[in-house]
């Protein structure tokens, strides 16, 4: 993807001082500050008002409060309609305040990575590498008095004859281990805190006993000079991610895979071992030990096609016709102009829909319409003229924002504040990409603003070197969880979130058409991977099988889908609606209706599940017709000519769907 020269020029959009967002020179370190920044990461509750909630390092839950910083291996709540883990400070590790009236008491972000963030403490001279999948914390200490308390209290402490490996039991019944690059002088001070006596220069690495096996003390044993201080992920070709961390110390480095990585590690990679039974409990699934300095992922490849995979059944031409030709009707007259970014993007990508069905049906007379439409909606949020609203710059964080974003936090759902952006640009890019297909010249025209609007969420540059980019590296997608987040510049007690796993995969999907429209094979394939991902991800932790042992019995019994999943919570509630409102649970995670959709529910045995659970809430009072449409569609994949006459009979559809839309997917079913 190309880069502008210039990140001050704001690439083609107009810059704006928003009056929302939040300072982030609290946080970030002064090198830092002169790049795009982050705003849906894995640390971004560091960053954010006093920077002092908590985010999930996997294994632990990390707390910066008051120059210190506060370790969780945390337990899971668990009830029928959600799941949490819950933080206790178990380790709390601060150092001796330095008597300096410039430091600051506050922590630094003075570096990041995909897979780590580095906090410092100027005021006591610590820094913290955070490395996600780390069953260590590791600490650098110049100069200080290391002091280590807990919320519950320490039942004994002991340390080896070197004075560099020691055990704290504590009350819990938690067994954590401390061990030093060099020797240091700690003891047992009261009963809830280990002292040092002189000041340490060196490197503390700190990780909890996960079990009372003797091998799981070995093994940390063995691995506790090796430590990573941050991490990369590289699309080192199609349908292949490479994570490699920076070390130092000695000997090999020991990190943990939760079950996706485990499904993905690429089968023939011998410079790995899985450490099967060195496990961690985690809210994503038991972590497990992998040795090595570098792993490799690979994803089944998926492939991204503008129509239908197997083809439209010939004898349901005339039946999609005729629903298209009323559709196409009434784009202008039915279709309110919104001036939200996101039903907005909704409205245009379900006429572009209308286009690509044309192409399979072989009735073209209805396309030159519906491109006029498009043009006629698109034009005025890539050249400015849509005066209701528009997308300028922000050159604080780095990135777009609509007018009313800028002006209003809540206004195109919090769009101004960084949430949603691969949602709302998704539908954008659709319906931009099935323009520039069908009219090159008009792409060509837009090609600039085109790629600055995709590249607000697919930007790959590296962290660091951002020096050509308008952007941060890949706004939305968790490289260590390998799917997305939504939430952006909010602070949230349960980490980032995210509710509809297919509008993230919709992002994906559309830029990698973007990719095909413009033929730029590199992105193609990159979107194409990070999609495919997505879907992984969306099957392992949004799809909640009957019998599955991920989540908790009460909660799997209760839940065919995630309403929202937060980085240490699961909920069966939306944003939008309880955890009663079925069928939006399962519109949520479908809509739009596309091609790739298929792949995403290819388990049949799941979607039986799934649509029989959902069925019974349809008889609740209040159910919006629209949301019927997509539990039908799913229906469709096992009871098709059932499913059919349902879709036949509705009056009302969601606002990106049509019933165009639906036949093209039933008729398109095997």
């Known amino acids: ?333 039915s279709a309110k102009v919104t001036s939200s970014s996101y039903f907005y993007g909704k409205l245009i990508a379900r006429a572009a829909r209308l286009v690509l069905i044309a192409e399979e049906v072989c009735y073209l007379d209805l396309i030159p319409k519906v491109i006029t439409y498009l043009k006629n909606m698109i034009e005025p949020w890539l050249d400015g003229s849509f005066k209701p609203n528009g997308f300028l710059y922000d050159p604080k964080w780095g990135g777009l924002v609509t007018k009313q974003g800028s002006e209003d936090s809540h206004a195109d759902f919090g769009f101004g504040i960084y949430n949603d952006h691969h949602y709302h640009l998704g539908y954008f890019l659709y319906a931009i990409a099935v323009l520039a297909k069908t009219d090159p010249l008009w792409g060509k025209r837009y090609r600039a603003k085109v790629y600055s609007l995709m590249a607000d969420f697919m930007t790959l540059g590296k962290n660091g070197d951002h020096s050509t980019s308008s952007y941060p590296r890949l706004r939305n997608f968790d490289l260590y969880k390998l799917h997305s987040w939504a939430g952006g510049l909010t602070e949230f007690w349960d980490g980032r979130n995210q509710e509809s796993t297919s509008e993230a995969v919709n992002a994906y999907y559309s830029a990698a058409l973007i990719g095909l429209a413009y033929g730029d094979a590199h992105l193609v394939e990159t979107a194409s991977t990070i999609m495919t991902l997505e879907i992984h991800a969306a099957k392992m932790w949004w799809q909640v099988k009957e019998g599955d042992a991920l989540y908790p019995k009460d909660f799997t019994a209760e839940n065919r889908v995630v309403g929202v999943l937060w980085s240490t919570k699961r909920d069966s509630s939306l944003w939008f609606g309880p955890k009663e409102w079925k069928e939006c649970r399962l519109g949520i995670q479908l809509l739009p209706i596309l091609p790739v959709s298929e792949i995403l529910f290819s388990d049949l045995k799941f979607v039986k599940q799934l649509v029989n659970w959902t069925l019974p809430a349809l008889h609740r009072n209040g159910v919006g017709e629209g949301w019927n449409g997509f539990v039908y569609a799913l229906e469709s994949l096992y009871n098709k000519d059932g499913a059919l006459k349902k879709i036949q009979s509705l009056h009302k559809f969601d606002d990106g769907n049509s019933l165009s839309n639906l036949l093209w997917w039933v008729h398109s079913r095997d």
């Open 1 to 333: 993807m190309r880069k502008p020269k210039d990140r001050r020029r704001s690439f083609l959009f107009p810059e704006t001082k928003s009056s929302v967002l939040p300072e982030p020179a609290r946080f970030f370190s002064k090198d830092l500050l002169s790049h795009p920044l982050p705003t849906n990461s894995f640390f971004q509750n560091f960053t954010l008002k006093n920077g002092d909630q908590a985010e999930y390092i996997h294994p632990y839950l990390i707390k910066s409060v008051d120059s210190s910083l506060s370790i969780s291996y945390p337990s899971l709540f668990q009830i029928s309609d959600y799941i949490y883990e819950v933080f206790k400070a178990d380790l709390i590790i601060s150092g001796s305040d330095k008597p300096n009236p410039h430091s600051r008491k506050s922590h630094l972000i003075s570096s990041f990575s995909d897979l780590g963030v580095t906090l410092d403490f100027p005021s006591s001279n610590l820094s913290f590498f955070l490395v996600r999948g780390s069953p260590f914390v590791t600490c650098s200490v110049s100069d200080n008095l290391i002091n280590i308390s807990t919320s519950h209290g320490v039942r004994s402490f002991s340390g080896n004859s070197s004075s560099t490996r020691f055990s704290a039991n504590l009350t819990n019944n938690q067994k954590w281990l401390i061990y030093a690059s060099s020797p240091i002088n700690l003891t047992k001070h009261g009963d809830s805190s280990i002292k040092c006596r002189g000041e340490f220069t060196g490197i503390l690495r700190i990780a909890v006993l996960p079990g009372s096996n003797r091998d799981f003390e070995t093994t940390l044993d063995r691995f506790s000079c090796c430590y990573p201080v941050s991490g990369e992920a590289d699309f080192i070709k199609p349908f292949a991610l490479e994570y490699k961390w920076q070390k130092r110390g000695s000997g090999d480095l020991l990190m943990l895979a939760h079950p996706l990585h485990l499904q993905l590690l690429a089968k023939d990679d011998r410079s790995i071992t899985v450490l099967d039974k060195f496990r961690y409990k985690s809210i994503d699934g038991d972590l497990v030990g992998v040795v090595g300095d570098s792993w490799v992922l690979k994803p089944e490849p998926v492939s991204v096609t503008w129509h239908s995979i197997r083809g439209v059944n010939k004898d349901a031409y005339n039946e999609i016709i005729s629903a298209l030709v009323k559709d196409v009707n009434g784009l202008n007259s």
